[in-house]
């Protein structure tokens, strides 16, 4: 089995927001694959199917972003899927904004939610897709920023990056995160 995390907070007044880019790819698989994310369960809205033979749980913690983990370390714990089988999906300001960056595993890095999540589970072992929404302005407040809404130019450039990063997922799911790695770690988005 798989889970498959969007890391994001939840409300209408976040829904637009930088740090929601981890939530609005799961949004879209879910409506692409003719899903209704509901419930409460684990703290999170979910859906659930099959694709490949494997079922795959679909993940938007309705924690705030800081609490991430205990949504995450609910999902572990009932489901008692390893870690390697959950994909975080989550903003980053270190990668640029239109690219992603998928890893197999590592730190949290200075992403709270990803804090969160490693410090609830007590694991790093989670492949997981950055969607870049960076880099942070100069004269930006980090918090301020990731919680203020894409330009409409910007806007262009998160969909290319949110295409790439659901063509990962898929990569992922298929069990080949080395080869999504590759494909997508080297590329530069287009200015």
Do not use: C
């Not at 989550?90 to 640029?96: E, I, N, Q, R």
Request: hydrophobic fraction near 40%; aromatic fraction near 6%; charge should be positive.
């Amino acid at each position: 089995m798989w889970a498959v995390v969007g890391l994001g907070n939840p409300g209408k007044e976040y829904a637009e927001t930088r740090h929601n880019a981890g939530s609005r790819l799961v949004k879209s698989v879910a409506r692409e694959w003719g899903l209704e994310l509901r419930g409460k369960r684990y703290r999170a809205r979910t859906a659930e199917t099959e694709r490949g033979g494997d079922r795959v749980l679909l993940v938007l913690p309705q924690t705030f972003m800081n609490l991430s983990g205990l949504s995450v370390r609910e999902v572990v714990r009932d489901r008692r899927i390893e870690p390697r089988n959950i994909v975080i999906v989550f903003d980053d300001l270190d990668v640029p904004l239109g690219a992603i960056r998928v890893r197999a595993q590592g730190t949290a890095g200075t992403h709270n939610g990803m804090r969160s999540v490693v410090q609830e589970t007590g694991a790093t072992a989670f492949p997981r897709v950055r969607i870049g929404i960076g880099p942070l302005p100069a004269d930006a407040d980090a918090a301020d920023y990731v919680l203020s809404p894409f330009s409409r130019a910007e806007k262009e450039a998160l969909a290319g990056a949110l295409d790439a990063a659901r063509e990962a997922l898929f990569m992922i799911l298929d069990g080949n995160v080395a080869l999504a790695m590759t494909r997508f770690n080297h590329k530069v988005p287009e200015p």
